[in-house]
């Protein structure tokens, strides 16, 4: 294949950086060299240590070639394409004929592109008519999708990066940022060391992005919402809210104002686990500032509460009217490069491409007349979501379980139970780049799949930019890109007329139809287009026309945006009108429930996971990196120096985390970087990597009940240490427990 300069996207994190990928020799042997991209309008030429060292993975554990086995306790065999998909057909009708149809579910991957996302939607909600179809985006940014949309009325982050360098304050919340997007953190940091804008931090941790802000919070886990309205309080009380933008622009404030009215500072104070003083001024901070940018993740989206969290969030932008305008907003980090494109494409179990819902008769009968498929295809209630999947594999109500892209044996809640479930699966395909992963010793079937750089689609990154992500390397073995498998399943399955298109830019030209008179209007991308001009943000409509400023609307857009003219482009909202009915966005009035797993006597400490710079998920790419093996060789258990002394456990001792559902074994990291009462322990090491180092073994499935999203940061944990055989590496011990 000839490679010159490729422009791509890294295919790890939401930030959605754009890569130069040239071929260079290297004592005499061809190499790939990944460069930033210095024109890619997202990272400017910037890229962290994972898109830095993305080729030193590709050629590595690569599944080459279809794979079967009858039963787990056999040996896989090679087999051809044509008998793997025969095994699939078959399956399905069989599985069709003794459950149902709703006994297939797949779990696909942010790691898709738009392509495979889409094509997955047609094969499973159209033509085979389940809606089990979830992604590990359930596991990652479901709460700020649905907190988006019930607030909004669309999903959907309202701002975008440029924002970053022009907000007055940065208010960061449930986000490891300088770790976890990194590139997005470096701009807004070259951006406080110029300005004056400050930068709040809320995190139990006193991470590296905590670090270097002008206020941090340490609040107690699960009191996000205490603080929230902590603070919306004395916004309330100092009069610094924006009365006309609440009047005109959103409905529901009374009784959110209300609601406010009892979190005094001594009450939030002292939930939360801060001094008052620090309240008051995060408070002033926002007050003062001219324009407040919020940025969260996980540390909110993974809560029995995370819909609830992120609406308490967009309320204060929308008391303050923050949004819509520069270095405004509420803005979601995405964790997967593709989240943002899965969530357009329909890729969760309540959604149709083009932020359509399932519930929703007119979509299901837009997309079924699009599909070219009879009315009533397309079922009318929400398919299973992740955990629903495992849950339908426990009571035998799946009979056909196909992984795509992900490894749920490492990244899913209650790992003890998980891995149960998939022990008692009829048949799970196992549908990958790489082999072994955790998740292929529960599999059945093997289908190889092509990754980065060895197929053609597009991603969208957490600005709603669009990334054309060309193919520029052979295929490896007998690797298929992921919409081909699906699509060849549709064909073999009489569905010749729906899986006519024979390239990812037809696929991409079909589902961009799809999303005329949709907030993410895409009717102007394509393959071709975003190839020859590079990224392109949406909305983007075919017509050219970002913005609808009208005679009508333009006197209070300057008033509301106090500026000259509204600016075009870029962020949502600048309109000042809402997706929702009657244009006007929505105050959520919630009180904190708190925990799902409190800590308790015989489980003391809250347990929160979360992830480390280098590594990217279950290291099923970055675990194959020397240098990032280097960099974080082992996993570790955050503890406060006081709690350590108490339970006389000492520095790089070995500890045993125990909570209800499992245990996990991590050296011990005596810091005051965690607060008392809470300990950290990253989430990337599965049983590949390490052994007893899943923090998943210890976390618990309870759900979010809007968004689904299970609350994966905390759960309740006791403390043992291990005492060691002479010899044994800390990392590496099974030896006797000494409970203190
Ligand atoms: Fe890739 Fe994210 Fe790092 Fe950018 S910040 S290079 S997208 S991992």
């Not at 990066?161 to 960061?172: G, K, N, Q, S, V």
């Not at 890729?347 to 599909?371: C, D, M």
């Not at 079909?510 to 895409?522: A, H, K, V």
């Not at 990291?669 to 090491?685: D, E, Q, S």
């Amino acid at each position: 294949m000839d490679l010159r300069k490729t422009k791509t996207l890294c295919p790890y994190c939401g930030v959605g950086c754009g890569l130069e990928v040239s071929e260079v020799t290297k004592n005499g042997q061809p190499t790939l060299k990944v460069m930033g991209d210095r024109q890619h309008p997202s990272s400017l030429g910037k890229v962290c240590v994972k898109g830095a060292t993305i080729a030193e993975a590709l050629d590595r554990d690569r599944l080459l070639y279809p794979m079967f086995r009858r039963s787990l306790s056999e040996k896989f065999q090679r087999i051809s394409w044509d008998e793997a998909f025969d095994l699939i057909v078959n399956r399905i009708q069989a599985v069709k004929a003794s459950h149902g149809v709703d006994g297939i579910a797949m779990y696909g991957s942010g790691q898709l592109q738009t392509e495979d996302y889409y094509t997955a939607q047609k094969l499973l909600k159209g033509c085979l008519g389940t809606n089990n179809f979830d992604a590990n985006s359930r596991l990652c940014m479901a709460s700020a999708a649905v907190g988006y949309t019930q607030s909004l009325g669309a999903d959907g982050p309202p701002a975008c990066y440029e924002d970053l360098e022009l907000t007055d304050c940065a208010f960061i919340i449930g986000s490891n940022t300088a770790e976890c997007h990194p590139i997005v953190f470096n701009r807004l940091r070259e951006h406080l060391k110029r300005s004056k804008a400050k930068l709040i931090v809320v995190d139990p941790r006193c991470t590296k992005t905590a670090e270097v802000a002008d206020l941090h919070l340490a609040i107690k886990p699960g009191t996000d919402i205490d603080l929230l309205n902590g603070i919306a309080h004395l916004l309330l009380k100092w009069g610094k809210i924006d009365t006309l933008f609440i009047d005109e622009c959103t409905n529901g404030f009374s009784k959110y104002a209300m609601l406010i009215q009892s979190y005094t500072p001594e009450m939030v104070a002292r939930r939360c686990g801060i001094r008052i003083d620090h309240l008051e001024q995060a408070a002033e901070y926002w007050a003062k500032a001219e324009s407040v940018l919020s940025l969260w993740s996980m540390g909110m989206n993974q809560s029995s509460e995370g819909t609830a969290k992120v609406r308490t969030l967009i309320n204060l932008h929308l008391m303050t009217g923050d949004i819509g305008r520069p270095g405004s907003g509420p803005f979601s980090l995405t964790g997967q490069p593709n989240a943002m494109g899965g969530r357009e494409a329909g890729g969760l179990s309540h959604l149709l491409p083009g932020y359509r819902t399932v519930k929703n008769p007119a979509h299901r009968a837009f997309i079924e007349q699009a599909w070219q498929l009879p009315p009533n295809s397309i079922a009318p209630l929400p398919g299973r979501d992740a955990w629903a999947m495992i849950e339908g594999l426990e009571a035998g109500e799946v009979g056909l379980f196909w992984v795509v892209a992900t490894n749920p044996a490492v990244s899913m809640p209650d790992l003890e139970r998980t891995k149960a479930a998939l022990l008692k699966s009829p048949f799970t395909i196992c549908q990958d780049a790489y082999y072994p992963t955790e998740t292929t010793n529960y599999a059945h079937l093997l289908l190889p799949a092509l990754q980065w750089g060895e197929k053609t689609g597009t991603m969208t990154n957490s600005e709603r930019i669009v990334t054309y992500c060309p193919q520029f390397r052979d295929r490896p073995g007998e690797a298929w890109a992921d919409w081909e498998i699906f699509a060849e399943v549709g064909r073999r399955l009489g569905f010749q007329q729906q899986f006519r298109a024979v390239s990812s830019a037809e696929i991409y030209a079909e589902f961009t139809q799809l999303t005329g008179d949709r907030p993410c209007n895409m009717t102007g991308l394509s393959h071709q287009r975003l190839a020859a001009e590079g990224p392109i943000q949406w909305p983007c409509p075919a017509e050219e026309n970002p913005i609808e400023v009208t005679p009508d609307n333009r006197g209070l857009l300057q008033k509301l945006l106090h500026q000259e003219e509204p600016l075009k482009g870029k962020r949502l909202y600048t309109d000042r009108r809402f997706h929702t009915a009657d244009g006007r966005a929505k105050f959520a009035a919630y009180h904190s429930r708190g925990l799902a797993e409190p800590p308790n006597t015989e489980y003391p400490f809250v347990l929160t996971i979360g992830r480390l710079y280098g590594h990217w998920h279950t290291m099923t790419r970055t675990g194959r990196i020397e240098k990032i093996r280097k960099l974080h060789p082992n996993p570790f258990l955050e503890i406060h120096p006081r709690d350590a002394a108490r339970l006389g456990i000492t520095a790089g001792e070995l500890v045993e985390v125990r909570s209800p559902r499992g245990m996990a074994r991590f050296p011990a990291l005596i810091t005051k970087n965690i607060t008392p009462g809470t300990v950290f322990a990253p989430m990337h090491w599965g049983a590949l990597w390490g052994e007893n180092t899943e923090a998943n073994a210890l976390s618990h499935a309870a759900t979010c009940p809007d968004s689904l999203q299970p609350e994966l940061k905390a759960c309740a944990v006791q403390l043992c240490k291990v005492e060691l055989a002479p010899g044994r590496s800390p990392s590496l011990a099974t030896e006797a427990i000494i409970s203190v």
